[in-house]
C-alpha cells in the first residue's frame, strides 16, 4: 500500500442504527461491543422512538439557519424550528450523554453519522412538495447548512470525548440513484434529473471536509453500484459497503481503492435476525474477503489493515439481542481475519 489508513486499529465497527429507544442501554453496547482494541464504538441512532430520531430527521436537527417537520409523506423544509426539529435536537443530546457516561476516559477512534447532501436532498421536501433534489440552488444550500452544523456537531462531541478521535461518517444511500436519475417525483411518475457528477463531487468534498484538515471520513451506502472512485477522489478515507451487493464491475475501484490506502468497510455480517443462519463460524463470515482479495491479486498480509467488518446495514430492524450479537460477531470475524488472512 502506498499509504498508510487513518483507520488503524479498527477491526470492526457498527453503521449507526440499532434497536429500540433506550439510549443508555444503546450506548452500553455499542461501547462494550467493541472494549478493548476490538474496534471502533459510535453514536448510536434509535429510529424507533419515531420522526426526529430517524437519520432524516437527525440530520435536520444538525442543519444551521434550515428547519424541518414532517409531514404525511416526509419531511419538508420550514422557515423556523417547530416540535419536529426541537425534538430532534433533543434525542440528539440525549444520544450524546449516553456516550459521554460510557466512554469516560475513552481514547481511540469514535464515528458519528450523518445523511450526506445527496441522499438528504432527495428525502427532504420543498414547500411545494417536490424533492430538493429539483433545485440546485436549495442543494447547493442544503450541503453549506449541513457542513455549518456538522463542525458544530463534531466541535462538541470532541469536547465531550476530548480523548477521542472523532470519525465523521455520511450515509448516502440515494447517491447512485441521485447519480443515474433514479430518484423518484412526488407523484411517483417520473424520476428527476441525473445531477452532474462534478456538482455530486464538489458537494460531498464540501460536507466531508467540516471534519477538519486533520479528520477522518467515511462514506456508506448499502445499495448496489457504490461509486467508490467519486467518493475517494471527494476527499472521503473510507467506504463503507454492504459485500454481498458486490459485482465485478465494482472490483476495479475496490483493488484501487486498497492500494490508494482507502479503507474498506465490508458489511458482511447480516442486519437482521431472518438472514443470521451461520453467525457460528466467524471464520466463514468473511470468506468471501478473503476471495476477493485473491481475485485482485492483493497481498494478503494487508487484508487486517485495509478492512474493517461491519453488519451488511444498521441493526434497526433487528432485535436488541442479535443486535448485540451482530457486533460481537463483527468483531470476531476481523479477529479471524486478521489470525489467518489466507
Known amino acids: 500500500?502506498?499509504?498508510?489508513?487513518?483507520?488503524?486499529?479498527?477491526p470492526a465497527t457498527g453503521i449507526g442504527s440499532m434497536p429500540g429507544g433506550d439510549a443508555r442501554e444503546a450506548a452500553k453496547t455499542v461501547t462494550g461491543s467493541f472494549a478493548d482494541g476490538q474496534g471502533m464504538p459510535y453514536l448510536a441512532e434509535l429510529p424507533a422512538r419515531g420522526p426526529g430520531a430517524d437519520m432524516i430527521?437527525?440530520?435536520?436537527?444538525?442543519?444551521?439557519?434550515?428547519?424541518?417537520?414532517?409531514?404525511?409523506?416526509?419531511?419538508?423544509?420550514s422557515d423556523r424550528p417547530g416540535r419536529d426539529t426541537r425534538r430532534a435536537r433533543s434525542w440528539l443530546g440525549e444520544d450524546l450523554d449516553a456516550l459521554e457516561e460510557f466512554t469516560q476516559?475513552?481514547?481511540?477512534?469514535?464515528?458519528?453519522?450523518?445523511?450526506?447532501?445527496?441522499?438528504?436532498?432527495?428525502a427532504l421536501e420543498l414547500r411545494g412538495g417536490e424533492a430538493m433534489l429539483a433545485d440546485a440552488g436549495a442543494c447547493r444550500d442544503l450541503a453549506g447548512s449541513l457542513a455549518e452544523g456538522?463542525?458544530?456537531?463534531?466541535?462538541?462531541?470532541?469536547?465531550r470525548m476530548p480523548g477521542a478521535n472523532v470519525v465523521l461518517q455520511l450515509d448516502e444511500p440515494s447517491l447512485t440513484a441521485v447519480l443515474l436519475g433514479?430518484?423518484?417525483?412526488?407523484?411517483?411518475?417520473?424520476?428527476?434529473?441525473?445531477?452532474?457528477?462534478?456538482?455530486?463531487?464538489?458537494?460531498?468534498?464540501?460536507?466531508?471536509?467540516?471534519?477538519?484538515?486533520?479528520?477522518?471520513?467515511l462514506v456508506h451506502s448499502c445499495a448496489p453500484e457504490v461509486p467508490v472512485a467519486l467518493l475517494r477522489r471527494a476527499g472521503a478515507d473510507g467506504v463503507s459497503l454492504d459485500f454481498l451487493l458486490l459485482t465485478e464491475r465494482e472490483e476495479e475501484a475496490i483493488g484501487e481503492a486498497v492500494e490508494g490506502g482507502t479503507q474498506l468497510f465490508l458489511g458482511v455480517v447480516p442486519s437482521t435476525d431472518a438472514a443470521s443462519e451461520g453467525l457460528?463460524?466467524?471464520?466463514?463470515?468473511?470468506?468471501?474477503?478473503?476471495?476477493?482479495?485473491?481475485?485482485?491479486?492483493?497481498?494478503?498480509?494487508?487484508?487486517?489493515?485495509?478492512?474493517?467488518?461491519?453488519?451488511?446495514?444498521?441493526?434497526?430492524?433487528?432485535s436488541p439481542a442479535y443486535a448485540r450479537t451482530a457486533?460481537?460477531?463483527?468483531?470476531r470475524a476481523a479477529r479471524s481475519?486478521?489470525?489467518n488472512p489466507e
Open 1 to 10: 500500500m502506498s499509504e498508510k489508513s487513518k483507520f488503524s486499529g479498527c
Open 57 to 77: 430527521g437527525r440530520s435536520v436537527g444538525l442543519l444551521v439557519e434550515m428547519y424541518g417537520h414532517v409531514e404525511p409523506s416526509g419531511w419538508r423544509i
Open 105 to 122: 476516559g475513552y481514547e481511540g477512534l469514535l464515528k458519528v453519522q450523518a445523511v450526506g447532501p445527496w441522499t438528504l436532498a432527495a
Open 150 to 159: 456538522l463542525r458544530a456537531h463534531l466541535a462538541e462531541v470532541r469536547r
Open 182 to 217: 433514479r430518484v423518484r417525483s412526488a407523484s411517483g411518475y417520473r424520476t428527476y434529473r441525473a445531477v452532474d457528477r462534478q456538482v455530486v463531487e464538489s458537494a460531498l468534498r464540501d460536507v466531508l471536509a467540516a471534519a477538519g484538515e486533520d479528520g477522518t471520513t
Open 280 to 318: 457460528s463460524d466467524p471464520g466463514g463470515s468473511v470468506m468471501g474477503v478473503r476471495t476477493l482479495w485473491r481475485r485482485l491479486g492483493l497481498n494478503p498480509g494487508t487484508l487486517a489493515e485495509s478492512v474493517t467488518i461491519t453488519p451488511s446495514c444498521g441493526l434497526a430492524g433487528a
Open 327 to 331: 457486533l460481537a460477531h463483527s468483531a
Open 337 to 339: 481475519l486478521a489470525d
